[in-house]
Structure formats: C-alpha cells, structure tokens
C-alpha cells in the first residue's frame, strides 16, 4: 500500500500514550511504501515542539527515523497541488486555517495515493474528492 501520510498519523505514532498510537503504528509498519510532503514535515516539527514540549533533539531524531525508512519518500509539494489547494479554498470548501490540509489532500490527489490521516474532516473531504483514506 503506498501511503501519503497526513501528520497527525507521524504525531500519535510518536507520542505512546496518545489514543491512536496503536492504530498509527500499524499503519506505518504494515505499509509498503510512505510517501511524506514536506509541509507535513513543517508540522509534526511544530506540533512536537510547541504542543508535546519535546527536545529538538528528539524531534530530529524522529525525522530522521521516519525520512531514513527505506520505504519513505520525501516529497515536495508540486505547483499544480498547491493551486490545487488553493482553488479548492477558493470556492470556499473551507476555512482558510485548514490551508495545510488542502495542501496536504491535492498532493495526494496529484500523486494518486491513499491518505492516512485521522482527521475526520479531512478525511469526509478526501472521500468526497474520490481518494481512497485510512484508517
């Protein structure tokens, strides 16, 4: 299954007391291929800085982890996802906070890969958009 990986999935996969850890790990170790955008990378940066108060040691320890995995591929964000994403927000199918995720769903939807994430609007989203998601 080749995945794109939304980045609540790389938080409770971090965090093991968080209440979809178990679930996020086996998505990430039953998976065949993982394919992370970088804005995915700017956020798990942030929320495990800001939010979980974790060392930048850590944090880059955990990149590391999950960008050295032989199956992971780092993507950067192609234009057309971007204006994509930005058309998407445009006819006004939401709120302008949940940029990231519309950037996050047109590179998924550009590169035609299943999308992991837990966020049940993005998820409603995706579906509606035709992209396969999990859980």
Known sequence: MKLLL????????????????????????????????SIVIYEYIWVMLKLARVSPSFVSLKIREYLEDPRTTCILEPMGALINALKMLERGEQNIREINDY???????HYNLILATFDKKLRRIAIKKGLKVIP
């Open 6 to 37: 939304d980045t609540n999935v790389l938080v409770y996969d971090t965090i093991e007391d968080s209440e979809y850890h178990n679930m996020a790990m086996r998505i990430i170790d039953t998976a065949k291929e993982l394919f992370i955008p």
């Open 103 to 109: 950037i996050i769903l047109a590179t998924a939807l």
